[in-house]
């Protein structure tokens, strides 16, 4: 597949509340969900999901939330959550997401570089993400933007594997 023209692709940070991050966020549920029960989930279930795991954090001073678009419509986002780790301000992402229409097209690693341009800007120089074992073109991804595979660095029972990468 060709890239999407950068004319068409747009990437804004929007607050986790904003029409556009719930869209976007609806749909990345949509997707690990169906993945991991094998089923579509239903709208009930992508709601008890939004209300268990909040995102209020993915916004300034704690974090950041992107949405990528093309043309008018959600493509995918990017979450930027900051944590402490070891006394030092690390940056974990989460909520990588990019729709299977646009997939293979340039969206995610765009995602991606706006992500750690951020984090470098907020002085940030080491990244990690978990993930689970299903998503290979997501795990894909983020060997082809550097990260390497580390051990476990929380207990999450859907991480399958724990990523890294230094910014520096």
Excluded at 40 to 58: F, N, R, S, Y
Aim: with cysteine; aromatic share 8%; glycine share 8%.
């Amino acid at each position: 597949m060709t890239a999407v023209p950068a004319a068409r692709l747009t990437v804004t940070v929007v607050a986790p509340a904003h029409p556009q991050a719930r869209e976007a966020l609806r749909a990345y549920y949509h997707d690990i969900g169906g993945r991991y029960y094998d089923r579509p989930l239903t709208e009930a279930e992508v709601d008890g999901i939004l209300t268990e795991d909040p995102d209020e954090d993915l916004q300034p001073p704690t974090g950041w939330f992107w949405v990528a678009t093309v043309d008018t419509a959600v493509a995918g986002c990017i979450g930027l959550r900051y944590v402490t780790e070891d006394g030092r301000r690390v940056g974990e992402l989460t909520r990588v997401y990019v729709s299977d229409r646009v997939r293979r097209q340039g969206v995610g690693a765009r995602l991606m570089t706006v992500v750690e341009r951020q984090a470098l800007a907020d002085g940030v120089t080491s990244l990690r993400l978990d993930v689970r074992s299903d998503p290979v073109e997501a795990r894909a991804l983020y060997a082809r933007h550097g990260f390497h595979e580390v051990p476990a660095f929380n207990d999450s029972p859907y991480a399958g594997h724990w990523f890294r990468k230094s910014l520096q």
